[in-house]
């Protein structure tokens, strides 16, 4: 069972940064692969990035890649996502969501645990 709790959101204008984390417990945390999900209107969460279970492989949404950075530091059982130059549009509520296998997917549904989401709001 792995839990996870997001920090770090809030209100920030156009063209600033926040940087997401996303504590997890669990004793498999360090040899899984982590996602960050956005939803902001509609049932679906959508793809912002993922890191595998070393941080050596990385992969981003098209429309955040250059902008966000994600990186993970096992020892703290913690993920990161950094987000630069922030736009309106990427305006929702943000989540990490743990993968119980060493390999990076995009789609929600490969996901095992979520946490309860963070508000990023970024203001025009």
């Known amino acids: 069972q792995v839990q996870l709790v997001e920090s770090g959101g809030g209100l920030v204008q156009a063209g600033g940064s926040l940087r997401l984390s996303c504590a997890a417990s669990?004793?498999?945390?360090?040899?899984?692969?982590v996602g960050w999900f956005r939803q902001a209107t509609g049932p679906e969460r959508e793809f912002v990035a993922a890191?595998?279970?070393?941080?050596?492989?990385?992969d981003y949404a098209d429309y955040v890649k250059g902008r966000f950075t994600i990186s993970r530091d096992n020892a703290l059982n913690t993920v990161y996502l950094q987000m630069n130059s922030l736009k309106p549009e990427d305006t929702a509520v943000y989540y990490c969501?743990?993968?119980?296998?060493?390999?990076?997917?995009?789609?929600?549904?490969?996901?095992?645990?979520w946490g309860q989401g963070t508000q990023v709001t970024v203001s025009s």
């Open positions: 969501a743990v993968r119980e296998l060493a390999d990076i997917r995009r789609s929600a549904r490969f996901y095992d645990y």
């Open positions: 890191i595998n279970w070393s941080g050596e492989s990385t």
């Open positions: 669990g004793s498999t945390f360090s040899s899984s692969s």
